[in-house]
């Protein structure tokens, strides 16, 4: 599946969302940075929230005049239209169809930046809950290792297996 990602600053966003996995045996560091990543990615996503508002008020307004040129316009035996169709050729033109696609954009875009804060809200509310966890014992380093063996395991291709001679 492919993974989706925001159009205001993806490469921040990647960034990010690669920061979310914990490292048990990087735990200082995890703990050091996690105040700042909070941060970062709660600017991003202001920002990317203040995007599309403003880009929902376009949207308005040129829905708004696409509405009101529609209204001059006259009907059929010179009768005012209906709300309801200019509605529906509202829908057709290039500029409301252009206006309505980067608002959607950017809502998905603020959502996105809006599941990162929240991964990295989580992140250090299980970085505070591991720390508990080693601080008591519960946790050892031997664990945090033999669970890293056997990912590098999984992770990496088996090794070929070399028959053994015999000297007869």
């Known amino acids: 599946m492919n993974s989706v990602e925001p159009k205001f600053l993806p490469e921040v966003y990647r960034f990010l969302k690669a920061k979310l996995e914990t490292d048990l045996l990087q735990m200082d560091v995890e703990v050091s940075e996690i105040a700042t990543l909070v941060q970062d990615a709660a600017e991003k996503a202001a920002m990317a929230a203040e995007i599309r508002d403003s880009l929902k ?13 529609l209204r001059k316009d006259l009907g059929p035996n010179g009768k005012e239209k209906a709300e309801a169709r200019i509605d529906s050729e509202k ?14 954009e950017a809502r998905l875009d603020a959502s996105l930046w809006e599941s990162i804060v929240e991964g990295m809200r989580t992140k250090s509310q299980h970085l505070r809950t591991a720390s508990d966890q080693l601080l008591s014992g519960y946790i050892t380093q031997d664990f945090i290792l033999q669970k890293r063996r056997e990912q590098t395991r999984k992770a990496s291709p088996p090794s070929p297996r070399i028959p053994l001679r015999s000297s007869a």
Do not use: C, T
């Open 91 to 104: 829908i057709l033109d290039p500029d409301y169809q252009k206006a309505r696609l980067e608002y959607s």
């Open 57 to 69: 008020d376009a949207f308005s307004l040129v829905s708004a005049k696409i509405g009101d040129k």
